[in-house]
Nanobody
């Protein structure tokens, strides 16, 4: 059974940093693409950052230069390093693991990130 578990969320002051982790188990995800999404209250879920199986990355304009996505394929884990956090980054961050065809997709339960003084 596939499990996807995020960790690393919490409360941080503006300008601070957090590192999110997403660990997948139950299969080999070496050739899957991985991404981080977020959803703030009253807003639609949006893509924050994604990384392909070959290491190519894509970022939302609002986080470029502040966030860095990376992966350890041997550990089936994807990370999101978030620096210079702003109050508008407050949201539930969820991890998505999707096959190259897009037909198979797994989601984690989400982790809350709150940026506030």
């Amino acid at each position: 059974q596939v499990q996807v578990v995020e960790s690393g969320g919490g409360l941080v002051q503006p300008g601070g940093s957090l590192r999110l982790s997403c660990a997948a188990s139950g299969s080999n995800f070496k050739f899957y693409n991985m991404g981080w999404y977020r959803q703030a209250p009253g807003k639609q879920r949006e893509l924050v950052a994604a990384i392909t199986s070959r290491g190519g990355t894509n970022y939302a304009n609002s986080v470029k230069g502040r966030f860095t996505v990376s992966r350890d394929s041997a550990k089936n884990t994807v990370y999101l390093q978030m620096n210079s956090l702003k109050p508008e980054d407050t949201a539930v961050y969820s991890c998505n693991i999707v096959s190259a065809t897009g037909y198979v997709s797994y989601w984690g339960q989400g982790t809350q990130v709150t940026v506030s003084s």
